[in-house]
Protein backbone atom coordinates (compact mmCIF):
# COMPACT_ATOMS: atom_id res chain seq x y z
CA UNK A 1 0.00 0.00 0.00
CA UNK A 2 1.29 3.19 -0.73
CA UNK A 3 2.64 5.22 2.14
CA UNK A 4 -0.17 8.82 1.76
CA UNK A 5 -2.65 5.78 1.33
CA UNK A 6 -1.28 4.91 4.96
CA UNK A 7 -1.58 8.09 6.01
CA UNK A 8 -5.09 8.39 5.23
CA UNK A 9 -5.80 5.47 6.94
CA UNK A 10 -4.19 6.60 10.03
CA UNK A 11 -5.60 10.15 10.10
CA UNK A 12 -9.11 9.18 9.86
CA UNK A 13 -8.51 6.39 12.07
CA UNK A 14 -7.29 9.02 15.06
CA UNK A 15 -9.92 11.26 14.14
CA UNK A 16 -12.78 8.37 15.41
CA UNK A 17 -10.28 7.33 18.09
CA UNK A 18 -9.34 10.19 19.90
CA UNK A 19 -11.95 12.36 19.36
CA UNK A 20 -15.59 12.05 20.63
CA UNK A 21 -16.71 15.31 18.51
CA UNK A 22 -15.50 14.02 15.49
CA UNK A 23 -19.13 11.33 15.53
CA UNK A 24 -20.10 14.83 14.18
CA UNK A 25 -20.29 15.22 10.85
CA UNK A 26 -20.25 18.96 10.48
CA UNK A 27 -16.56 18.35 12.17
CA UNK A 28 -15.43 15.47 10.31
CA UNK A 29 -16.08 17.18 6.87
CA UNK A 30 -13.93 19.72 8.44
CA UNK A 31 -11.17 17.66 8.94
CA UNK A 32 -11.44 15.82 5.34
CA UNK A 33 -11.09 19.06 3.97
CA UNK A 34 -7.98 19.51 5.96
CA UNK A 35 -6.81 16.19 4.83
CA UNK A 36 -7.13 17.57 1.40
CA UNK A 37 -5.70 21.28 2.24
CA UNK A 38 -2.37 19.73 3.65
CA UNK A 39 -1.53 17.86 0.43
CA UNK A 40 -2.60 14.29 0.01
CA UNK A 41 -1.81 12.61 -3.33
CA UNK A 42 -4.98 12.17 -5.88
CA UNK A 43 -6.23 8.95 -4.40
CA UNK A 44 -6.63 10.34 -1.16
CA UNK A 45 -7.90 13.52 -1.84
CA UNK A 46 -10.36 11.95 -3.66
CA UNK A 47 -11.32 9.09 -0.53
CA UNK A 48 -11.32 12.43 1.60
CA UNK A 49 -13.34 14.52 -0.62
CA UNK A 50 -15.85 11.56 -0.86
CA UNK A 51 -15.55 10.97 2.99
CA UNK A 52 -16.76 14.98 3.04
CA UNK A 53 -19.73 14.52 0.43
CA UNK A 54 -21.04 11.44 2.52
CA UNK A 55 -20.56 13.83 5.66
CA UNK A 56 -22.13 17.01 3.75
CA UNK A 57 -25.29 14.62 2.51
CA UNK A 58 -26.07 13.62 6.43
CA UNK A 59 -26.17 17.48 7.20
CA UNK A 60 -28.24 17.68 3.89
CA UNK A 61 -25.96 20.23 2.64
CA UNK A 62 -26.29 19.46 -0.88
CA UNK A 63 -24.61 22.62 -2.30
CA UNK A 64 -21.61 21.83 -0.27
CA UNK A 65 -21.51 18.16 -1.13
CA UNK A 66 -21.66 18.87 -4.52
CA UNK A 67 -19.01 20.79 -4.91
CA UNK A 68 -16.84 18.44 -3.18
CA UNK A 69 -17.79 15.50 -5.32
CA UNK A 70 -17.10 18.32 -8.24
CA UNK A 71 -13.36 18.41 -7.01
CA UNK A 72 -12.60 14.46 -7.71
CA UNK A 73 -9.88 13.69 -9.40
CA UNK A 74 -11.09 11.98 -12.28
CA UNK A 75 -8.20 10.33 -13.54
CA UNK A 76 -7.39 8.83 -10.41
CA UNK A 77 -10.71 7.37 -10.38
CA UNK A 78 -11.51 3.36 -10.37
CA UNK A 79 -13.73 3.00 -13.49
CA UNK A 80 -15.81 0.50 -11.23
CA UNK A 81 -16.29 3.81 -9.05
CA UNK A 82 -17.82 5.89 -11.32
CA UNK A 83 -21.23 4.74 -10.97
CA UNK A 84 -21.35 5.76 -6.94
CA UNK A 85 -19.70 8.92 -7.98
CA UNK A 86 -22.32 9.84 -10.60
CA UNK A 87 -25.04 8.32 -7.91
CA UNK A 88 -24.21 10.41 -5.39
CA UNK A 89 -23.84 14.01 -8.02
CA UNK A 90 -27.16 13.30 -9.56
CA UNK A 91 -28.82 12.99 -6.02
CA UNK A 92 -27.37 16.24 -4.64
CA UNK A 93 -28.36 18.26 -8.26
CA UNK A 94 -31.95 15.97 -7.37
CA UNK A 95 -31.99 17.65 -3.48
CA UNK A 96 -31.18 21.38 -4.68
CA UNK A 97 -33.79 21.41 -7.55
CA UNK A 98 -31.72 20.81 -10.81
CA UNK A 99 -33.22 18.48 -12.09
CA UNK A 100 -31.88 18.86 -15.69
CA UNK A 101 -28.47 18.52 -14.07
CA UNK A 102 -29.59 15.32 -12.28
CA UNK A 103 -30.90 14.17 -15.53
CA UNK A 104 -27.54 15.28 -16.99
CA UNK A 105 -25.57 13.13 -14.84
CA UNK A 106 -28.17 9.86 -14.72
CA UNK A 107 -27.48 9.61 -18.22
CA UNK A 108 -24.11 9.35 -17.85
CA UNK A 109 -24.57 5.83 -15.48
CA UNK A 110 -25.59 4.90 -12.32
CA UNK A 111 -25.26 2.16 -10.32
CA UNK A 112 -27.57 -0.96 -10.33
CA UNK A 113 -28.95 -0.20 -6.86
CA UNK A 114 -32.57 0.11 -5.97
CA UNK A 115 -31.61 3.67 -4.09
CA UNK A 116 -29.88 4.51 -7.58
CA UNK A 117 -33.19 3.12 -9.41
CA UNK A 118 -35.50 5.31 -7.45
CA UNK A 119 -33.66 8.07 -8.01
CA UNK A 120 -33.46 7.55 -11.61
CA UNK A 121 -37.55 7.90 -11.31
CA UNK A 122 -37.78 10.60 -9.39
CA UNK A 123 -35.47 12.32 -11.77
CA UNK A 124 -37.40 11.35 -14.97
CA UNK A 125 -40.55 12.29 -13.63
CA UNK A 126 -39.18 15.61 -12.69
CA UNK A 127 -37.66 16.18 -15.93
CA UNK A 128 -41.05 15.37 -17.27
CA UNK A 129 -43.20 17.33 -15.84
CA UNK A 130 -45.34 20.20 -16.58
CA UNK A 131 -46.47 23.10 -15.19
CA UNK A 132 -48.35 26.56 -15.70
CA UNK A 133 -47.02 28.08 -18.89
CA UNK A 134 -44.93 31.59 -18.48
CA UNK A 135 -45.78 33.58 -21.60
CA UNK A 136 -49.52 31.68 -21.70
CA UNK A 137 -49.80 33.56 -17.69
CA UNK A 138 -48.26 36.70 -18.77
CA UNK A 139 -50.65 37.31 -21.58
CA UNK A 140 -53.58 36.22 -19.59
CA UNK A 141 -52.95 38.49 -17.06
CA UNK A 142 -53.72 41.22 -19.69
CA UNK A 143 -56.99 40.22 -19.21
CA UNK A 144 -57.71 40.33 -15.53
CA UNK A 145 -58.57 38.15 -13.37
CA UNK A 146 -57.71 35.68 -15.92
CA UNK A 147 -53.95 35.62 -15.21
CA UNK A 148 -54.39 35.07 -11.40
CA UNK A 149 -56.77 32.34 -11.73
CA UNK A 150 -54.69 30.47 -13.96
CA UNK A 151 -51.32 31.14 -11.51
CA UNK A 152 -53.85 30.16 -8.59
CA UNK A 153 -52.87 33.40 -7.27
CA UNK A 154 -56.08 33.76 -6.00
CA UNK A 155 -55.07 36.42 -3.82
CA UNK A 156 -54.50 39.48 -6.06
CA UNK A 157 -58.02 38.20 -7.72
CA UNK A 158 -60.31 40.94 -5.40
CA UNK A 159 -57.64 44.23 -6.41
CA UNK A 160 -57.33 43.25 -10.09
CA UNK A 161 -61.26 43.20 -10.67
CA UNK A 162 -61.25 46.54 -8.27
CA UNK A 163 -58.63 48.13 -10.66
CA UNK A 164 -60.50 46.76 -13.98
CA UNK A 165 -63.73 47.75 -12.58
CA UNK A 166 -62.56 51.60 -11.58
CA UNK A 167 -60.75 51.91 -14.89
CA UNK A 168 -64.50 50.62 -16.35
CA UNK A 169 -65.76 54.14 -14.18
CA UNK A 170 -63.23 56.31 -15.90
CA UNK A 171 -64.35 55.58 -19.57
CA UNK A 172 -67.86 56.60 -18.05
CA UNK A 173 -66.54 59.66 -16.81
CA UNK A 174 -64.84 60.29 -20.39
CA UNK A 175 -68.03 59.61 -21.69
CA UNK A 176 -69.74 62.31 -19.63
CA UNK A 177 -67.55 64.85 -20.71
CA UNK A 178 -64.80 64.95 -18.20
CA UNK A 179 -61.74 64.18 -20.47
CA UNK A 180 -59.13 65.26 -18.28
CA UNK A 181 -59.64 63.39 -15.04
CA UNK A 182 -60.64 59.91 -17.20
CA UNK A 183 -57.32 60.61 -18.88
CA UNK A 184 -55.31 60.87 -16.42
CA UNK A 185 -57.07 58.08 -13.66
CA UNK A 186 -58.46 55.68 -16.23
CA UNK A 187 -54.27 55.89 -17.61
CA UNK A 188 -53.49 55.11 -13.77
CA UNK A 189 -55.21 52.31 -13.39
CA UNK A 190 -54.82 50.46 -16.78
CA UNK A 191 -50.89 51.04 -16.45
CA UNK A 192 -51.70 49.23 -12.50
CA UNK A 193 -53.45 46.63 -14.36
CA UNK A 194 -51.24 45.64 -16.84
CA UNK A 195 -47.48 45.93 -14.69
CA UNK A 196 -49.64 43.97 -11.63
CA UNK A 197 -51.21 41.39 -14.22
CA UNK A 198 -48.75 40.78 -17.15
CA UNK A 199 -45.30 42.35 -17.47
CA UNK A 200 -43.79 41.40 -13.90
CA UNK A 201 -46.61 39.88 -11.67
CA UNK A 202 -47.94 36.46 -13.78
CA UNK A 203 -44.39 34.99 -15.01
CA UNK A 204 -43.16 34.95 -11.46
CA UNK A 205 -46.43 33.78 -10.17
CA UNK A 206 -46.42 30.79 -13.04
CA UNK A 207 -42.93 29.95 -11.72
CA UNK A 208 -43.71 29.93 -8.09
CA UNK A 209 -46.75 27.73 -8.54
CA UNK A 210 -44.25 25.02 -10.71
CA UNK A 211 -41.65 25.68 -8.41
CA UNK A 212 -44.05 24.50 -5.04
CA UNK A 213 -46.05 21.99 -6.73
CA UNK A 214 -43.75 20.08 -8.52
CA UNK A 215 -41.86 20.03 -5.17
CA UNK A 216 -45.22 18.90 -3.89
CA UNK A 217 -46.05 16.28 -6.48
CA UNK A 218 -42.44 14.54 -6.05
CA UNK A 219 -42.44 14.49 -2.48
CA UNK A 220 -45.75 12.30 -2.67
CA UNK A 221 -44.00 9.99 -5.63
CA UNK A 222 -41.07 9.36 -3.11
CA UNK A 223 -42.91 8.41 -0.25
CA UNK A 224 -44.81 6.18 -2.90
CA UNK A 225 -42.06 4.65 -3.53
Known amino acids: MKPRRWYFIISVFLLAAFSARAQSPALKAVLYERIVFEGAGPEETNDALLARALCLTELGRWADASDALDRLRLYALEPVRVPEINYLK ?100 LSETWWRGSVQAMPQKAREYNTRELANYLERLEASL
Open 90 to 189: ALCKYRQGDYASAATVMAEGLPDTPDAQKLGYLITAASSWKGKNELLAAILGVYPPYGHLYTHAKGGVPITIASSCSAALWVVAAISGDWITAIVGGGLL
